[in-house]
């Protein structure tokens, strides 16, 4: 895992809070979690990639079965992994990893309102959560920190992950 600590250095660079290795097969992926997303969400549909368009928990577990580590990073803001979330696997893939691949946090904010194709390809990823993933379990799993929010006003942890290979 070391050849992967340049990865680290470089989330941290483009914002993020704390960044960790972890394996793909520890991320934790439940049906519950899209339940969360259709009945909590007041942006469920409204974006390309979250539920339905969002890929199901047992495409995503395929999509994980094929990777062997990822680049999980944290930022006080959902904007700032969406943010940073293609930048860094803009950065894994051009290190010769082809198959890198990002997931951000929350529904995509780059356009008001989706077209029928995404206007942003290089720029949009879907959500862990919308993808199926457990947030909560994969990041507790890891050994970092998430907390239940008390209120909309706490501040919040967001997490992002790059597969790497």
Do not use: N
Request: with cysteine; aromatic share 10%.
């Amino acid at each position: 895992m070391k050849k992967y600590s340049e990865f680290l250095k470089k989330a941290e660079a483009l914002g993020a809070a704390k960044a960790k290795i972890i394996r793909a097969g520890s991320v934790v992926t439940a049906e519950w979690v899209r339940w969360r997303c259709r009945y909590g969400c007041d942006r469920f549909g409204a974006a390309l990639t979250c539920p339905p368009h969002a890929p199901a928990p047992e495409v995503t577990r395929k999509l994980l079965d094929g990777y062997k580590y990822g680049l999980l990073f944290r930022a006080e803001r959902c904007r700032e992994i969406r943010r940073i979330a293609p930048l860094l696997e803009r950065e894994v893939f051009l290190r010769g990893f082809y198959k890198a691949f990002a997931l951000a946090a929350g529904p995509c904010s780059l356009c008001r309102s989706c077209a029928p194709a995404c206007r942003h390809p290089e720029k949009a990823r879907p959500a862990m959560e919308a993808c199926g993933i457990d947030v909560f379990a994969t990041v507790r799993k890891s050994g970092m920190h998430l907390e239940v929010l008390g209120d909309r006003k706490s501040g919040q942890d967001c997490y992002g992950l790059v597969l790497i290979e």
